[in-house]
């Protein structure tokens, strides 16, 4: 068991089915990160972090990750398939879109 200054603690995972939703919309873009050993974390409930340039960025939503990256090129190279997509789904319809 866990302690916390002599006391035990219980962890537990929140498998809600906003939680679960919000992890599988960062899936692709953890992925990609984690290939170029970029160090990616998903962070509690639904923010991405991750390593670029030595230090640690975090990101709550995908417009602000996409503002950062239009702003660093070797970003925008390693994560252009894993943003575009959605992208290209926003106008389409029948498309759901649940940012």
Do not use: H, M
Not at 41 to 51: A, D, N, T, W
Not at 76 to 82: H, P, S, Y
């Amino acid at each position: 068991a866990q302690c916390y200054r002599g006391t035990p603690i219980r962890l537990s995972v929140d498998f809600s089915t906003e939680t679960l939703q919000a992890r599988r919309e960062w899936n692709d873009i953890f992925k990609t990160l984690k290939d170029k050993n970029l160090q990616p974390r998903i962070l509690y409930p639904e923010k991405i972090s991750f390593r670029y340039e030595g230090e640690i960025k975090s990101f709550p939503d995908k417009q602000k990750l996409r503002d950062f990256v239009a702003k660093r090129p070797p970003l925008q190279e390693i994560l252009k398939k894993a943003l575009i997509p959605e992208k290209r789904n926003k106008g389409r319809k029948g498309s759901q879109n649940t940012e």
